[in-house]
């Protein structure tokens, strides 16, 4: 159970986590607070918040468990804010999609990473943003992973574990680095070929042509395009590293998909396209993928 | 109208073009051919085809228009065979994915490129395949590029294009060269991203695990990874210099985002980002895309 949570950055990951744990009946008083008043006033009227303060050193007095969501290149300057104005007890973790970069910034807004903080990241969200998006059942059945660090207290996690579960995720723990280098691959490079290969039609003559032939492929495999522009720069940049090292990996395997089209090589693309097709295929067998 | 139609090939796209001119009351009779003759008996079982022959020389006999619906590595012998047999008059077009190897195998089969060709190519299909999954509605407010070569009668152009209107497609006419370029970009470069990336992936050491934290996004970019690795095998090799350009254009874009990743130069990654959401957003914009 949580006495007091504190959200900063009411938006549809923290407004659909304050939500689902109202409606398990898993928390008595919701705060928030992000830089807009307009938009925690919405987030109170429509009964996702009980009350909120633009100040996050505030907001978070008294709370024992806190939740930051915000865009990564705004977390050094939360932790500065609530680094000193934490009660005793009180955990805190966030919602980032990149974790060293969220250890890092702590480490240089506090001098130091404390026990309280417990690195996280819901594997969850919607094409929509905004408070107005959120609802309760986002994290039904999703995974939820959490990445303590060496000083991170074993009950901080347990409690940061408890919450996710009681609005219904997985939750599995893995190191931070491993956490970086598995979301580059299925998350990270992906955005990146999506941007790259839009902005490169764009960019085209014909480009108004060009997108009246795209057919539901190209729909679907672009549609990661749509995202936020500010919030995929601050990816990038946190998760650097990680990023690219999966995109030379990537180039490599493109690279040879590309010889075997300029020599006529029918068997290695065979080969490539099936082995793609087959693990496509598993990863989308309803057996798998109940979650979705 | 048509009088007796013949579909060499009678899978999801050659049975929905026959349902189609079937309920519009465009044609007399319709002859499938292919080389399983249970394939083709479960066509006439579901009242796509009228009858049929497993030997396309004999099912072309007496047709007026012939629609070649067979993978790329199978059209120049299908041309083969049906060119000494059709009869006088009778117009011929395709559905290949790539047009001008459909016009060198034409050539390579008869010798020269005859005026009664049409070259074609129906931007509609989905994940499924075969006779079973063909359905009228398929062509309904979708595009078919016809590319007439220099020989081609006007005439032929003219009865394809009424045949596909009348199944309720929007006809455009463009070059060989352009039409290989354009679906290069949109379609066969896209291919080649999804399958790289999963095979990628799946030889990864942890690739269980790796699948089970890829979300939502990651399902819709892959899913054409999903797609029939001997059609897209030879699709690669028939549009070969085309993919080669994309590919390499691609490859030079991609170039420039993972130098601003590596330099933490945000402004450019701001840039593209926002260009490519731009695009991406317009091509989403219901009045765009109205047939979907």
Request: charged share 25%; glycine share 8%; aromatic share 6%.
């Amino acid at each position: 159970m949580i006495r007091r949570l504190c959200i900063v950055g009411v938006g549809l990951i923290g407004g659909s986590l304050a939500r689902a744990l109202r409606e398990a009946g898993y928390v008595d008083e919701i705060v928030g607070s992000s830089r807009r008043a307009g938009h925690l006033q919405e987030a109170v009227d429509l009964g996702v918040i009980d009350r909120y303060d633009t100040d996050p050193a505030k907001a978070v007095a008294g709370a024992d468990m806190v939740f930051v969501s915000v865009p990564l290149g705004a977390m050094r300057a939360v932790f500065e804010r609530i680094g000193p104005a934490l009660s005793p007890g009180a955990v805190v973790t966030d919602g980032g999609s990149a974790k060293a970069s969220v250890v890092r910034d702590l480490d240089a807004a506090l001098g130091r990473v404390p026990d309280w903080f417990v690195p996280g990241h819901p594997i969850a969200g919607t094409e929509r943003s905004g408070v107005a998006a959120s609802f309760p059942e986002l994290y039904r059945g999703r995974r939820v992973i959490l990445t303590p660090t060496a000083q991170t207290a074993p009950e901080a996690t347990a409690k940061v574990r408890a919450m996710w579960e009681a609005a219904g995720a997985q939750v599995n723990t893995m190191s931070v680095e491993h956490h970086d280098e598995v979301l580059a691959a299925t998350s990270h490079l992906p955005h990146m070929l999506a941007f790259a290969l839009v902005e490169s039609l764009a960019r085209m003559a014909e480009q108004r042509e060009i997108f009246e032939y795209a057919a539901g492929g190209f729909r679907d495999f672009t549609r990661i395009a749509s995202s936020d522009p500010t919030m995929w720069r601050d990816i990038c940049l946190a998760n650097r590293d990680a990023l690219l090292h999966a995109l030379d990996r990537f180039e490599t395997d493109l690279r040879v998909l590309r010889d075997a089209v300029d020599r006529h090589d029918d068997e290695t693309l065979q080969r490539i396209f099936t082995e793609a097709k087959r693990a496509r295929d598993a990863f989308n067998d309803p057996a798998e993928s109940s979650q979705d």
